[in-house]
């Protein structure tokens, strides 16, 4: 069974720094690219960074700059720094992993439990 059990995240000030962590376990037969996701009060869920298998990274222009996703594949496990942070990053974020089923081009989305950040101003 495949778990995304996410750690960091909580209340700070505005232009602090966290850094959130997704630790990912069981088989997974090929990630395709993991990425990082936002939900806002009210708002829909929205990826803000993601980084592929080949190491590249995307990320949304509200966090472009800011944020940094990286990942340590000895430990299986990806982060997202978040630096000058603004009230407008509240939110809970959620750690996804996109993976391919074995043998095809199909793909599974996997989801972290979600973490709270809030930014006070």
Do not use: H
């Not at 995307?58 to 990806?78: E, L, M, P």
Request: charged share 20%.
């Amino acid at each position: 069974q495949v778990q995304l059990v996410q750690s960091g995240g909580g209340l700070v000030q505005a232009g602090g720094s966290l850094r959130l962590s997704c630790a990912v376990s069981g088989r997974l037969w090929k990630i395709a690219n993991t990425g990082w996701y936002r939900q806002a009060p009210g708002k829909q869920r929205e990826l803000i960074a993601r980084i592929f298998d080949s190491g590249t990274t995307n990320y949304a222009d509200s966090v472009k700059g800011r944020f940094t996703i990286s990942r340590d594949n000895a430990q299986n496990t990806v982060y997202l720094q978040m630096d000058s942070l603004r009230p407008d990053d509240t939110g809970v974020y959620y750690c996804e992993v996109r993976a391919f089923r074995p043998g095809t081009v199909g793909l599974d989305d996997y989801w972290g439990q979600g973490t709270q950040v809030t930014v006070s101003s």
